[in-house]
């Protein structure tokens, strides 16, 4: 069946040097301050409950064969609440640690802490038992919520832990029906700490990022705006890992505006059904997802044209597949997303009617925040100069847990410091380049991994690609790059680096191309380039090179 459009909100007007949407980053905070009573105490939970008053039986939640009305979950959650101050005796500012794949008991659980005062920890399921130790220790965690599939890895996170903690169990333990009725604590001040996040760890340990209700709340009041969702008709899937912040900018959001959010766990072909059957209208996605998609063997076998709006991010999308994307989704306005876990996701879009005329662009500041690109010395760079991307804003972490030094290097002066390099274009518009931590050095010429994976993704016959530096005596380092072929696709590292040579400075061009099957991916999506160093293939190319 085809599928109505869903009204939505379209971004207004063009920028200006006041801010995106001609208005001040203070100011929006102060508007949004006011008309929201975001003062005292104040839950970012009791916040989302306003849309039960709203429309309390319309449907907020889909999982599978449970469907949820306003009412009905926001009763669960005072009910898991309850549970957790009563049953448990979990006092408030205690943080309780979270195993729990995409489901009902996710959103239930999760909203549930937070409505008690407890500190949420939502810990990535993919993890081993020695990376959940180091986060339960690092956390404090007083209590686990999870799965039954993931006893044994808390059992050995545990054993690494020399102790273990109390838990509920989502598939076999019960609360009863009406337990909110014994009361809940006090609301907490919309300024204390609501839930702790790690970073991927993708180098170094993972740092425990600290954000109040009062950010959680701003970025569900920034990210409707500026992701061009505004209105309840919308119909939301989360398919992202739910224990992520990139799905908090979004998913929850849903709720506040009063829509319906529909949860699921990405598997191509699953999800595009699921995109048909519940008229899904919007959803996120990590590149990616979105080039399985394109590539999906059922795309022709549902209609996707009710799909209005698609945000995508998290990591590069090759400008030459946007237009695939687009092919298969009619009827949706792309919008680039940019953020990290430490802005509650989103620092900059890039609006859906600009993606044209700025392409390659990440975007503007979302309302409410500012961003400047700066050199070693935190000094403004001119327009077009490349420098590092800080930002500041109501959506910004307050701190790394238990890590002051790191906590005021990153916050230094005021601004977070992202770590990506970057640079504005005379409009404003952020462009970037890379992460520090991904620029390549060769022989003192800097290479930004970016520029060439999105040449390699110009060719035909690749599916995906990841760039890397790779040891040079002579050098210092060399560009290295992974490519998983499309399927039937035939070529080999010498028509791979004619392609990027037509197109590249020759010391950017590969000096090596390693074929794989597959990629290592974080649980969000993103291709683990220290991973990649880390295979036999890379071992062995490297001492080719010498």
Not at 302 to 317: K, N, T
Request: glycine share 10%.
């Amino acid at each position: 069946m085809t599928h109505a459009a869903a009204p939505r909100a379209r971004v207004p007007g063009l920028p200006n040097r006041d801010g995106r949407f001609g208005e001040a980053p203070a100011d929006f905070v102060a508007r949004m301050t006011a008309a929201h009573g975001l003062e005292g105490a104040l839950s970012f939970t009791d916040f989302l409950r306003r849309s039960v008053d709203r429309d309390p039986d319309k449907t907020a939640l889909v999982y599978e064969d449970a469907r949820y009305s306003y009412a009905g979950l926001f009763q669960a959650i005072d009910d898991a609440a309850a549970w957790l101050v009563h049953e448990a005796k979990i006092a408030p500012g205690d943080k309780v640690a979270m195993m729990v794949d995409n489901s009902d008991h996710y959103i239930v659980w999760y909203l549930a802490t937070l409505a008690a005062g407890i500190v949420s920890v939502p810990l990535n399921t993919k993890l081993v038992g020695r990376e959940i130790a180091y986060q339960l220790d690092n956390s404090g965690a007083v209590f686990i919520v999870a799965d039954a599939a993931f006893l044994r890895v808390v059992a050995d996170a545990e054993k690494a832990l020399g102790r273990t903690l109390p838990k509920f169990l989502t598939d076999s333990d019960r609360v009863p029906a009406g337990l909110r009725d014994k009361g809940l604590p006090p609301v907490p001040d919309i300024d204390a700490p609501a839930a702790v996040y790690y970073t991927s760890g993708t180098t170094g340990a993972p740092k425990g990022v600290v954000h109040t209700h009062r950010g959680l709340i701003f970025m569900a009041l920034q990210a409707g705006i500026a992701c061009e969702f505004g209105d309840p008709g919308l119909v939301f899937l989360g398919m992202m890992p739910l224990f992520h912040i990139a799905s908090h900018v979004l998913v929850l959001p849903t709720l506040y505006l009063g829509g319906t959010l529909v949860v699921a766990t990405y598997s191509t072909e699953a999800i595009l059904e699921i995109v048909e059957r519940e008229g899904v209208n919007a959803f996120f996605a990590v590149p990616s997802m979105l080039l399985m998609m394109v590539q999906s063997p059922a795309r022709g076998d549902v209609d996707l044209s009710g799909v209005q709006v698609i945000q995508f991010g998290a990591a590069p999308m090759a400008i030459e597949r946007l237009g695939e994307v687009q092919a298969l989704f009619p009827n949706a306005s792309l919008v680039h997303c940019m953020g990290q876990t430490e802005s509650v996701g989103l620092i900059v879009t890039l609006p859906s009617d600009q993606a044209t005329e700025k392409l390659g662009s990440v975007g503007l500041p979302i309302p409410g925040c500012e961003r400047r690109v700066v050199d070693g010395d935190d000094k403004d760079v001119a327009a077009g100069q490349v420098g590092e991307l800080v930002a500041r804003g109501p959506n910004v972490m307050v701190e790394y847990l238990a890590n002051p030094d790191a906590s005021a290097d990153t916050l230094r002066g005021g601004w977070l410091h992202t770590g990506d390099l970057g640079y504005l274009d005379e409009d404003g518009y952020l462009y970037l380049v890379d992460r520090k931590k991904d620029m390549i050095i060769r022989g003192g010429e800097n290479i930004y991994s970016t520029e060439v994976e999105d040449v390699i993704y110009g060719h035909d016959g690749v599916a995906l690609a990841a760039v890397v530096g790779m040891p040079s005596d002579l050098f210092g380092e060399e560009v290295c790059a992974f490519v998983v072929r499309k399927p039937d696709a035939a070529f080999e590292e010498a028509d791979l680096q004619a392609h990027c040579r037509a197109q590249l400075a020759p010391f950017k061009v590969p000096r090596k191309v390693i074929f794989l099957d597959d990629f290592p991916m974080t649980a969000t999506g993103k291709i683990q380039k220290q991973e990649l160093k880390k295979l036999p293939e890379f071992a062995g190319a490297v001492r080719a090179a010498e």
